[in-house]
């Protein structure tokens, strides 16, 4: 990396450390955050610099839209073989979810909301005709192996601003029925027969739905009444 500034490449080692451990690439505000950077344009001075090089892949007009060209750093002996995502099998998926050359069909399902709950009406993938694709650097590797179990949900509220989730946002759910404190979820609410994303805490019988904006209150619920539908694993960003 000797064409690499120091800068550079602590965010380099920052993205490829992040993207392992979370299956997902990091913000650019992440990114500043981590190498103390408080400019974005200096963060996004330094990547147009990497997407020169060919180290990483960037779609500027979602969130989260980097990628690492892992061939790449693994023939430049940055990252070893045992780094390299395994490639994408063309094919379709059990639930309908296609991945073709390493892109992958995920089934937008309905609104969710992010500030007071909203009823959802279920759909299955089968029938619904709204698709997403996205390739496996935005999904992650883990993800992407697992795809079946993923789905879309359109974001509709302002209460997970602080987590870059925003009006209009499409969040990729993986599907499960269990959670971290701490974890981006949807869940359904027995009772108020509505669904939300929020942060998970269970605390006692109750569950707290924590949302990210001081605008709005936690949501604390008898935990027997609520079901976890998934984790957030990514957010898309449709820029206008």
Same mark, same amino acid.
């Given at each position: 990396?000797?064409?690499?500034?120091?800068?550079?490449?602590?965010?380099?080692?920052?993205?490829?450390?992040?993207?392992?451990?979370?299956?997902?690439?990091?913000?650019?505000?992440?990114?500043?955050?981590?190498?103390?950077?408080?400019?974005?344009?200096?963060?996004?001075?330094?990547?147009?610099? =990497?997407?020169?090089?060919?180290? %990483?892949?960037?779609?500027?007009?979602?969130?989260?839209?980097?990628?690492?060209?892992?061939?790449?750093? /693994?023939?430049?002996?940055?990252?070893?073989?045992?780094?390299?995502?395994?490639?994408?099998?063309?094919?379709?998926?059990?639930?309908?979810?296609?991945?073709?050359?390493?892109?992958?069909?995920?089934?937008?399902?309905?609104? %969710?909301? /992010?500030?007071?709950?909203?009823? #959802?009406?279920?759909?299955?993938? /089968?029938?619904?005709?709204?698709?997403?694709? =996205?390739?496996?650097?935005?999904?992650?590797?883990?993800? /992407?192996?697992?795809?079946?179990? =993923?789905?879309?949900?359109?974001?509709?509220?302002?209460?997970?601003?602080?987590?870059?989730?925003?009006?209009?946002?499409?969040?990729?759910?993986?599907?499960?029925?269990?959670?971290?404190?701490?974890?981006?979820?949807?869940?359904?609410?027995?009772?108020?027969?509505?669904?939300?994303?929020?942060?998970?805490?269970?605390?006692?019988?109750? #569950?707290?739905?924590?949302?990210?904006?001081?605008?709005?209150?936690?949501? %604390?619920?008898?935990?027997?009444?609520?079901?976890?539908?998934?984790? #957030?694993?990514?957010?898309?960003?449709?820029?206008?």
């Amino acid at each position: 990396m000797d064409n690499l500034s120091e800068r550079q490449q602590k965010i380099l080692k920052f993205i490829i450390e992040f993207y392992r451990k979370q299956e997902f690439p990091p913000t650019i505000r992440e990114i500043g955050k981590q190498v103390g950077i408080s400019s974005t344009s200096v963060v996004n001075y330094n990547l147009a610099r =990497l997407e020169e090089l060919e180290l %990483i892949i960037r779609r500027r007009e979602v969130s989260r839209g980097l990628s690492l060209n892992w061939q790449r750093l /693994a023939e430049l002996n940055i990252v070893d073989e045992s780094y390299l995502n395994p490639a994408a099998i063309p094919g379709t998926h059990a639930n309908g979810n296609s991945a073709t050359g390493g892109q992958y069909r995920i089934p937008v399902l309905g609104p %969710i909301a /992010a500030g007071e709950p909203i009823a #959802v009406e279920a759909r299955e993938p /089968a029938t619904t005709d709204d698709w997403i694709v =996205l390739t496996e650097g935005l999904l992650g590797s883990a993800n /992407a192996r697992a795809v079946d179990e =993923l789905f879309a949900l359109r974001v509709q509220g302002d209460s997970m601003i602080d987590a870059s989730v925003l009006d209009g946002d499409i969040v990729i759910i993986r599907r499960q029925q269990v959670a971290t404190d701490g974890e981006m979820v949807a869940v359904w609410i027995e009772g108020d027969e509505e669904t939300t994303l929020k942060y998970w805490r269970l605390e006692g019988e109750n #569950v707290h739905l924590t949302p990210a904006n001081p605008n709005y209150n936690p949501i %604390i619920r008898p935990a027997s009444t609520v079901s976890i539908k998934g984790r #957030v694993v990514s957010v898309i960003r449709h820029l206008n």
